[in-house]
């Protein structure tokens, strides 16, 4: 068996491995290629429906990372994957800072819910310019009424889970309504947040429109997308005046949801006093995991996005081509006889070898991938041998 990847070549007399190497273009007979991209979307949670229903927290999550944010499990034993499985992460953000204690050490007036939403606001709008701003970029998201976000609740998934960005138009969060209406806003934290006896539930989903994928994708990053009222099955809610509850960026795998929009539709009496341990984030996650308890079509429905693109490469060997060997059982080795001297003479004018494999070079002639076939293929003087390589990335 011979590799031709690791062969040379040599243009010497009838004692002389000849072909055993050329370039591409010439095995090819132009280095003809094509490629071809291909769309994949699959459910985000790896089950048949890609609806959620069962949301966990974990008790191994440091108490220090939950001042800004908690990751959110498929499953409550937290043994292993793929079993459990970490879905997606919910944090809170506000642009002063409210609703959490000053951060120890930094600096002065620094809290998590400041940092969350400088996070985000680096993170989402770094590439929106703002004569404004001295950052050069806007200091508060906006919504598409035009309303300022001055502080937000934020879904942002796994990356593992995501592919190279979420399915627009297939994805829906539903939040149930909390028990918040009337409650004292400093006080509404831990064992007093619930789910209310109403089971409202507001569904939420991007404004593409495209649960058919009628928009496509050829691998150019998204535009972002606004978070409306609306499901998957009838589309938005009022779409000549959308509600308006934050943004989606599909290609950051983020959902960016207005708080001031949830306390007024949801109850969430979002926590928003100076050096106050709000812990708004659980609010979302309590939300969340209460309309999943509600039963099939209340839960977190989402698709994601893979690009793969593959390029055929279309190799052609002709009869005279590639029919020797520098494998030491076929030639001498230079200690013995003059480099590449055939060793058994029968050889030197009918050979045979066996091709295991294609490399594929670059234009410098290094070697960037190898194709292996599955059996050997015999290759002598009277043979034709047409090999497709499939290169995905």
């Keep these: 068996m011979v590799d031709i990847t690791t062969l040379s070549y040599n243009s010497g007399n009838a004692n002389t491995a000849y072909g055993v190497f050329t370039n591409f273009a010439e095995v090819s007979a132009g280095g003809n290629a094509s490629t071809v991209k291909r769309l994949k979307t699959k459910a985000v949670w790896g089950d048949s429906t890609g609806e959620l229903l069962t949301f966990y927290t974990s008790s191994l999550q440091s108490t220090a990372s939950q001042v800004y944010y908690y990751e959110i499990w498929n499953s409550s034993s937290l043994t292993c994957d793929p079993i459990d499985v970490k879905m997606f992460s919910v944090s ?3 642009y002063a800072g409210s609703g959490s204690v000053l951060s120890s050490g930094g600096e002065a007036g620094d809290t998590p819910t400041k940092a969350i939403y400088g996070q985000y606001r680096t993170l989402l709008l770094e590439n929106t310019a703002s004569t404004g701003s001295a950052t050069g970029f806007p200091s508060l998201f906006t919504n598409a009424d035009g309303s300022n976000i001055e502080h937000f609740y934020i879904v942002n998934f796994n990356r593992d889970r995501i592919g190279d960005k979420i399915d ?13 209406f009337g409650l004292p806003n400093e006080t509404y934290t831990g064992s007093a947040v619930a789910v209310s006896a109403s089971n409202n539930v507001i569904s939420l989903i991007d404004d593409s429109g495209d ?4 928009l496509g994708y050829v691998g150019l990053p998204s535009p972002e997308r606004n978070l409306v009222s609306g499901s998957i099955t009838d589309g938005i809610y009022n779409p000549t005046a959308p509600h308006y509850y934050g943004k989606v960026y599909l290609d950051k795998s983020v959902i960016l949801i207005d708080a001031a929009k949830l306390n007024e539709s949801a109850s969430f009496n979002t926590v928003t006093g100076s050096n106050i341990a709000g812990d708004n984030s659980f609010k979302l996650f309590t939300s969340i995991s209460g ?20 390029a055929y490469y279309y190799v ?17 080795s230079p200690t013995e006889k003059e480099t590449n001297t055939i060793r058994n003479t029968y050889l030197r004018n009918d050979p045979t070898v066996y091709v295991t494999s294609i490399g594929l070079y670059n234009s410098n002639y290094e070697l960037v ?12 003087f009277y043979t034709e041998l047409s090999v497709t390589v499939r290169l995905e990335y």
């Design 92 to 94: 809170y953000g506000h």
């Design 168 to 180: 627009p138009g297939n994805f829906e969060l539903n939040l149930v309504e909390l028990n918040g």
């Design 211 to 214: 649960a058919s994928d009628s």
């Design 291 to 310: 309309s999943g308890t509600l039963g099939a079509g209340n839960g977190f429905f989402a698709r994601n996005v893979t690009m793969t693109e593959s």
């Design 316 to 332: 052609r060997v002709f009869p005279s081509s590639l029919n020797y060997s520098n494998n030491p059982t076929f030639t001498y």
């Design 369 to 380: 991938a190898v194709a292996k076939m599955s059996q050997p293929i015999k290759k002598d």
